[in-house]
T-cell receptor, first 115, second 115 residues
Framework: EADIYQTPRYLVIGTGKKITLECSQT?????MYWYQQDPGMELHLIHY???????EKGDLSSESTVSRIRTEHFPLTLESARPSHTSQYLC??????????????FGEGSWLTVV | GNSVTQMEGPVTLSEEAFLTINCTYT??????LFWYVQYPGEGLQLLLK?????DKGSNKGFEATYRKETTSFHLEKGSVQVSDSAVYFC??????????????FGKGTKLSVKP
């Protein structure tokens, strides 16, 4: 079982509010990810990080931002939420550097609804 | 670029039926291949993986064989149970083709098993 935690699990907020989704892992993994899952189930990589002070944009353009100040922590922030940001956000982590076969471990997800 | 195509659902089966979910891929180099499962309201869990051609991944009665000649990684289970109802995602990981070792997912196949 993976040790990766996301909070909050469920959140309903108003348009224009700032929100930070928290993600922490206790496995000492260097690489971390944020995926956005749309209602049709499809998963899109929006951000990833190779380690402390590293952040990269994923395949899907996103208005969110991320930071990686500590190895175990990879929060995602929306400065001004809009209804189009309503989605499930999945955080994940993996080891890095030993090949593409590394298992990526996922948190349970954060369901965000913007009204 | 790298991509994954899996059969669209939803798939509805009776308990103890045989399951096949087709997955094919396009990739530069030699990717690793994965099947992830997402139960309702949860994040993704690794079901099985294979890191080189002809490898067979297996777990919980599910199997998939990495077929380089047909670029396929089809998921099979001989006798499904109601508890197997979930969404199944095929994915690849490669350091080539612009993927940076990140997971590239198929669109997911929803499986419902009726008693």
């Amino acid at each position: 079982e993976a040790d990766i935690y996301q909070t909050p699990r469920y959140l309903v907020i108003g348009t224009g509010k700032k929100i930070t989704l928290e993600c922490s892992q206790t496995m000492g993994h260097d690489k971390m990810y944020w995926y956005q899952q749309d209602p049709g189930m499809e998963l899109h990589l929006i951000h990833y990080s190779y380690g402390v002070n590293s952040t990269e944009k994923g395949d899907l353009s996103s208005e969110s931002t991320v930071s990686r100040i500590r190895t175990e922590h990879f929060p995602l922030t929306l400065e001004s939420a809009r209804p189009s940001h309503t989605s499930q956000y999945l955080c994940a982590s993996s080891e890095y550097g030993t090949g593409p076969g590394n298992t990526i471990y996922f948190g349970e997800g954060s369901w965000l609804t913007v009204v | 670029g790298n991509s994954v195509t899996q059969m669209e659902g939803p798939v509805t089966l009776s308990e103890e039926a045989f399951l096949t979910i087709n997955c094919t891929y396009t990739a530069t180099g030699y990717p690793s291949l994965f099947w992830y499962v997402q139960y309702p309201g949860e994040g993704l869990q690794l079901l099985l993986k294979a890191t080189k051609a002809d490898d067979k991944g297996s777990n919980k009665g599910f199997e998939a064989t990495y077929r380089k000649e047909t670029t396929s990684f089809h998921l099979e289970k001989g006798s499904v149970q109601v508890s197997d109802s979930a969404v199944y995602f095929c994915a690849l990981s490669s350091f080539y083709g612009g993927s940076q070792g990140n997971l590239i997912f198929g669109k997911g196949t929803k499986l419902s098993v009726k008693p």
